[in-house]
């Protein structure tokens, strides 16, 4: 290759241009805090990803209204994670390389957030989360602190289910989990929890997806005599495993948890396999003054009630608590910085306050405590939250919540 | 005992299903001399056909004929667009051909009917009991249908003369062609009956299980094996060794664990080619 002149100064006038693009990019950012919405638009978790992303952009159009956070606005770049790790790897990549976002927020199933969190930690930028896994709480995956979960884990799914077992009265449970992190954390969650009350469980299963038939299975569970079960699995295997149990003739009650026990269930099935079944979820912090204002939010965004996606009550919380905590920090604060003022912001002994202008203004007297509209939303030191459940009975092919569990 | 009893008649049940999708993969086999990856898909697609003719007329039955021939034509779509082209190709050709055809039809599905899992609205029976074990009436429904279409085959295969035909290919395609047998006819003939049959596999596993675009591909490893354990390319090994799979699935996971299900029907597979690298039923010379 032979290059004239011409070309050479033209080739090097350009990498001196390259050169100063970055640094144009940086001046322009002063004033801008990029954050990623990575929500489960298709998929699985199709029902709740775009109300989640609808709700990040109107809680950073809120903040950006009461004149930013620590002095900066949000920009938000939006992304399908389609509920699959591959995709989801894709797109935070691209958030993170291209649109240099500083905060990745909203990712849904256990699957995607395992997959992402190795990404923002290597980029040093906070994930926060709706999954379950029990996984997300330590080390390797949480090893930097960046990874908040707005989600009950697994582990207090199981305790729920053992709090509702007792209420119910039964006496010699067993479990069936989906063999991945999430559904055994829930069943051995329900397991330490159960046996801490003195209970014993008497047959415990774990099984492996898409198979042609789950009657092993539940032949070795029916053989212990239970009479209850309590699941931690999905919608796909439950209806399998709802329809073998029925045409099995055994009489039994069962506790699944929410996203497997919902309408669609019940649409497979028929009222008749369903009568009686105990579904299990975490609620948003209903009545609050925070819920009211996301609720809303959700009405205006969505036309329905924000009561119908405990998830994006979760994406709301996400934008008001990091926008908080960049407010705490102060201008121009790094990333790590925000990090650390999380807890400041979230958990008890400051003032409580339940929207972002209420805590800004809040912030210039001191700590505040952000009584958020998905939970009280205090992280532990693991950055986990510990929402109320609810138990709700399937009665005559209706979802019908009963009672609310504390832990 | 009883418990054992059920468990048999249960893997029976879903052996029937694998042998069905390898009795696909081993015709395809046999006359094409590929491995056809899209058979779960195949499966896949019968299952949307099935659920769609359900809907649209009412009948379970009408549903299933509808879905059966959707497979049958999108096989004979296949090997009009893409393996024909490819036949002088190496088989390897075929084969990467045939996991892009998998990955289309998936695609395509996935497109038109969502994700969301769909399900044969049938109606659940409490078993009945003979001497003590309970037996499903709809396991004995599918185990008809699916030993129906096992003999439907095996009628086309052997007491017709397009059956005769497809055999003397599949024994040795040169000298059927120096015989005079035309080609197009057999191979029309062979993606038919394969796609129909990979269509009633998939329709009796959706109405045992879900129908999702991924249900298919899920069943594609136990239908190689089962394929491969009969001796690749022999029709009524195929069928045996899917009835052994399940049946040993069901029967020793109990006592191994429900983690190993899918490992078992691979041990069983190392086992046999162990000691019989043919296959049950494969030829000598089949072996290549």
Redesign the interface.
Known sequence: MKLTRRQTLASLGLAAGAGLLPRLALSQDAGIFRIGALNPVTGAGGPYGTGMQKMILAAAEMVNAAGGAGGRKFEVFAEDTQTQPQAAVLAAKKLIDVNKVQAILGTWSSGVSLAVIPLTNEAGIPLFHCSGAPALSVAPANGKKLGYRFQATNDRFGRAFAEIAKKEGFKRPATMAFNNASGIGNTEGFTRAWTAMGGEVVASVVYEPAQPSYRAELQKILDAKPDVIVTGSYLADTTIILREWFQTGEEIKWIIPAWAANSELVKALGPDVVEGIISVDSISNEGSPAFAAYDAAYQKAIGKSGLGNVYAAMAWDMVIVLALAMEAAGPGADVAAINAKMREVANPDGTKVSNFAEGKAALKNGKINYEGASSILDFDEFGDVTPDFAASFIRKGEIKREYQVKL | MT?FV??LL?GI??GL??GLAGLSVTLVFGIARFSNAATGDTMTLGAYGALMGTSLTGSLLAGGLIGLVAGALSAILAYLLVFRPLQNRSPISSLLASIGVAFFIRAVLGLVFG???M?F?MD????FRLLGV?I?P?DLKFAGVAILTLALVFVVLHLTPIGRRMRAVADNPLLARVSGIAPRAVMFTLWAIAGAVAAVAGIL?GM???V?P??GW??LLPAFAAAVLGGIGHPVGAVLAGVII?VA???A??FVG??Y??AISFLVLLLVLLVRPRGLFGKIEGVR
């Open positions: 418990s059920e468990l249960s049940t879903s299903i694998i994700h969301d899992q399900v609205q659940l029976v409490r078993p309970r499903q709809n596993l045992k299980t879900v999702s991924e249900s899920d069943m399940g699935q069901e029967l996971t109990p429900f983690t299900k899918i």
